[in-house]
């Protein structure tokens, strides 16, 4: 892409007039071929997903699980009382009116809907004898299926949904939270939960106008200019934007998820500014220097631009890593994320380039009343003084830093030892919610495992075979754990005349466990593994059935098993594309293998972090979560792949300024120091921009964002702020002249593919140590 960014310079007005209209493009395909967004995933050879495609064979009923449930409870009273009935009636009504809505069940009466099941006649249409003998079934069947609680207290109504039942435009899901959350009042509390609803039950986000803001306070600090800090705010939200409407068109193909498009500009909005910065930064390095602007220019995009090409191909690399998982799921929100950067990266290889041409020194005005006066006069100015200090500090005793470091960054890791993966439940969700209102509800009146079944499918010996069913149907509910099933053993005389209970060739059955534990209590996954290993063997050797466990809660444990599977091979295979890629970049070994390991060692550090607040609930109560519970099984393999791609930019931001110094003395000391002091203070400004961005989807009511807003800004504060400042610059002191060594023969090989050098805009403006040889090299090199 260097072409492109000497074009921009070469051409400014005709690169933006090509931005633009590349731009409108992008945007006009993104609203016309758009597609819809949704939380689907799938899971080959998985028992859950066996159970699944069994219990497709079963003909629906109008008993099972709905899409959408509407719950509700009086603070006094019962909902059976006429005053609670009259409340709620006409909500119900509303909702059922919905273009998306088929029915609506009511358990004060008939079914509220323009498709609802014809339930007249019923037992009725049976023969007297046969009606005497099922009564105490059917009694034990209405008892079971009540959507009333024993004791009174809540109700709920199943809302069936047009198409396959689990679809509904994005207006009828908000005007059904709308309705249940204006029914909400202190004599009645009303909750409504459902997958379905997820989107419509979140604020429209914030978090992005949190992050720019203080992006443009830290830009005004470190630059002192209004048009310098603006800049890369500009650029980056431009690129946002076409990654945006990329993610649209990226889902007409994939399935990507809700969340996505707000995790996307999560990344992309850090790297965005991340990108743009280091490339303004190295513009600004120029013109203090002298520099005329097209020639500052062409030095930024030949220096940092290449850089920042490398270190969005290996971010991009990093996400499209996830596609080795095998997961839909993955694959939609590494390709989505994985667009943004691209947009974000040609923003400021692109769009970026063709501004600094043309606005020339105008870049730096508007200057800010604290901002040094530094004058475009060729006078090399004390750019990096700070850091060069720091720098001479730092190795003068490299160990003691080196030791520091790394302590930090194990102590802060161990917790990860006791990391527990899973999904967390509505109870995790603000107590406002409707899903939360809907979950607690739920809990209290027909107990905790009711948020969470598992549904078995059975394989019957025989067709219709009731007495192996019977039996089954028995021992799971001697299984410790079980709170219930539905059939229970009374029921069971209903099904040798029910048209739905049996697939059509009276093989497959289905039996609902609910649990006596919550959806994410870890006896809930004990429960699971005791039904696939204890239960299932002893089912089929005393009644010849096969019963395979599916359902919400097996999957996700399945997905977690899956993932646990697979990640050493992740992890392998994208710290392996990374350490090659570095090596091409720098022509070292070392250095790549310096950078894989830190890597490794932030992402320990970050789950760690993760752990200590998600699982165990430290600083909850501040960060304004709710409950504690496992972390979501895919957090690990994201943070990694957006950790791993983001501590190679810093990597290369910071070693590739080293490489231009070492390449210009050969000298590792003071190429060290005077990297540090050229990219320290923008790998700084970058890692606070970054980490603020991140921090600023903390808030969030989404408990998926703001745990991945929690683990990345910790993962870019640990690897920027200790990992890339203090522990690398202190390893590769000490490992002095090796750390540019490679083999001959695989030099040779390697392609050269190096960051171009660029003029020499850093002063050591402090006496160098006589006794120092590397300080006496230095002097003989380049005369300071």
């Known amino acids: 892409m260097g072409a492109l960014s000497r074009w921009a310079v070469r051409k400014p007005v005709l690169a933006l007039v090509a931005w633009f209209i590349a731009m409108a493009g992008v945007i006009g395909i993104g609203t016309q071929l758009g597609g819809e967004f949704n939380d689907s995933f799938s899971l080959p050879d998985t028992e859950s997903t066996t159970a699944t495609e069994m219990l497709s064979t079963l003909p629906p009923s109008g008993s099972g699980?709905?899409?959408?449930?509407?719950?509700?409870?009086?603070?006094?009273?019962?909902?059976?009382?006429?005053?609670?009935?009259?409340?709620?009636?006409?909500?119900?009504?509303?909702?059922?009116?919905?273009?998306?809505?088929?029915?609506?069940?009511?358990?004060?009466?008939?079914?509220?809907?323009?498709?609802?099941?014809?339930?007249?006649?019923?037992?009725?249409?049976?023969?007297?004898?046969?009606?005497?003998?099922?009564?105490?079934?059917?009694?034990?069947?209405?008892?079971?299926?009540?959507?009333?609680?024993?004791?009174g207290t809540v109700a709920f109504a199943r809302?069936?949904?047009?198409?396959?039942?689990?679809?509904?435009?994005?207006?009828?899901?908000?005007?059904?939270?709308?309705?249940?959350?204006?029914?909400?009042?202190?004599e009645l509390a009303v909750g409504a939960s459902g997958q379905v609803l997820e989107f419509a039950n979140t604020s429209p986000p914030s978090s992005e106008a949190i992050g720019i803001l203080v992006a443009i306070i830290i830009l005004l600090i470190a630059f002192g200019s209004i048009i310098a800090a603006g800049i890369p705010i500009v650029v980056a939200l431009l690129g946002l934007g076409v990654g945006q409407m990329l993610i649209l068109v990226v889902a007409r193909f994939l399935d990507v998820a809700t969340f996505a498009p707000t995790l996307a500009a999560m990344i992309g909005l850090g790297v965005g500014i991340d990108y743009a910065l280091f490339v303004m930064n190295r513009y600004r390095q120029a013109l203090l220097a002298g520099h005329d602007k097209t020639e500052a220019a062409y030095e930024a995009v030949g220096t940092a631009g290449r850089a920042v090409q490398f270190a969005g191909l290996t971010v991009i690399i990093a996400l499209l890593g996830l596609f080795v998982l095998r997961i839909n799921f993955f694959n939609g929100l590494a390709v989505a994320a994985a667009v943004t950067v691209l947009s974000v990266m040609l923003a400021a290889l692109w769009l970026l380039p063709a501004l600094l041409s043309l606005l020339g020194t105008k870049a730096l005005a508007l200057r800010m009343p604290w901002a040094r006066k530094s004058k475009v006069d060729g006078t090399k100015h004390p750019e990096g003084r700070r850091f060069m200090a720091y720098a001479r500090l730092l190795?003068?005793?490299?160990?003691?830093?080196?030791?520091?470091?790394?302590?930090?960054?194990?102590?802060?890791?161990?917790?990860?030892?006791?990391?527990?993966?899973?999904?967390?439940?509505?109870?995790?969700?603000?107590?406002?919610?409707t899903a939360r209102i809907a979950y607690d509800l739920m809990s209290e009146g027909f107990g905790p495992g009711v948020n969470g079944p598992f549904f078995a499918a059975v394989n019957l010996p025989a067709p219709r075979d009731l007495d192996a069913l019977a039996e089954t149907v028995r021992i799971i509910n001697e299984t410790p754990g079980v709170a219930s099933t539905l059939p229970n053993e009374e029921m069971l005389p209903i099904y040798s005349i029910s048209p739905t209970a049996f697939s059509d060739n009276g093989i497959v059955t289905s039996v609902l466990i609910t649990p006596e534990s919550a959806p994410q209590d870890v006896a809930t996954s004990e429960l699971l593994d005791r039904l696939r290993t204890q239960t299932a063997p002893l089912v089929q050797s005393e009644t010849g059935a096969t019963m395979y466990v599916g359902g919400?809660?097996?999957?996700?444990?399945?997905?977690?098993?899956?993932?646990?599977?697979?990640?050493p091979l992740f992890l392998g295979i994208v710290v392996l594309l990374g350490f090659l890629a570095l090596m091409?970049?720098?022509?070292?070994?070392?250095?790549?293998?310096?950078?894989?390991?830190?890597?490794?060692?932030?992402?320990?550090?970050?789950?760690?972090?993760?752990?200590?607040?998600?699982?165990?609930?430290?600083?909850?109560?501040?960060?304004?979560?709710?409950?504690?519970?496992?972390?979501?099984?895919?957090?690990?393999?994201?943070?990694?792949?957006?950790?791993?791609?983001?501590?190679?930019?810093?990597?290369?931001?910071?070693v590739s300024r080293m490489q231009e110094e070492w390449e210009r003395t050969h000298d590792n000391g003071a190429a060290v120091r005077r990297g540090l002091a050229g990219s320290g203070k923008v790998v700084v400004i970058a890692a606070a921009i970054m980490s603020s961005v991140f921090l600023a989807f903390v808030p969030s009511p989404d408990g998926t964002i703001k745990l991945f807003g929690i683990a990345l800004a910790s993962a870019v504060i640990i690897d920027a702020f200790i990992v890339r400042l203090v522990l690398v610059p202190s390893l590769m002191t000490m490992f002095g002249k090796a750390n540019w060594w490679l083999p001959a023969w695989l030099a040779n090989a390697l392609p050269r593919i190096s960051v171009e050098e660029g003029g020499d805009e850093i002063v050591e403006d402090e006496p160098l140590d006589e006794a120092d040889p590397d300080a006496i090299g230095e002097r003989e090199r380049v005369g300071v």
């Open 65 to 151: 699980e709905a899409a959408v449930r509407i719950v509700w409870s009086p603070t006094s009273g019962s909902v059976t009382d006429p005053a609670v009935a009259a409340e709620i009636t006409p909500v119900l009504e509303e909702i059922a009116a919905l273009q998306s809505v088929t029915c609506v069940s009511n358990p004060y009466g008939d079914p509220i809907g323009r498709d609802c099941p014809d339930t007249g006649g019923g037992d009725q249409q049976l023969p007297d004898f046969l009606q005497e003998q099922l009564a105490p079934a059917f009694e034990a069947t209405a008892q079971a299926t009540s959507p009333i609680s024993a004791d």
């Open 159 to 186: 809302v069936s949904l047009a198409g396959n039942g689990a679809e509904i435009s994005g207006p009828d899901a908000s005007a059904i939270v709308a309705a249940v959350k204006a029914a909400n009042s202190p």
């Open 395 to 433: 190795q003068k005793r490299p160990i003691v830093p080196a030791i520091l470091a790394l302590g930090v960054v194990i102590v802060l890791a161990l917790p990860t030892l006791g990391l527990r993966l899973g999904f967390a439940d509505d109870s995790g969700k603000p107590e406002t919610n």
């Open 552 to 567: 919400a809660q097996a999957i996700t444990q399945d997905f977690t098993q899956v993932l646990i599977n697979v990640l």
């Open 584 to 654: 091409v970049l720098f022509r070292s070994f070392l250095v790549p293998l310096t950078a894989a390991v830190t890597s490794l060692l932030s992402f320990g550090a970050a789950l760690g972090i993760t752990v200590a607040v998600f699982q165990w609930g430290w600083l909850a109560g501040p960060l304004g979560i709710t409950s504690t519970g496992p972390i979501f099984p895919f957090l690990p393999v994201m943070v990694f792949a957006i950790l791993f791609g983001l501590s190679m930019d810093y990597q290369v931001f910071l």
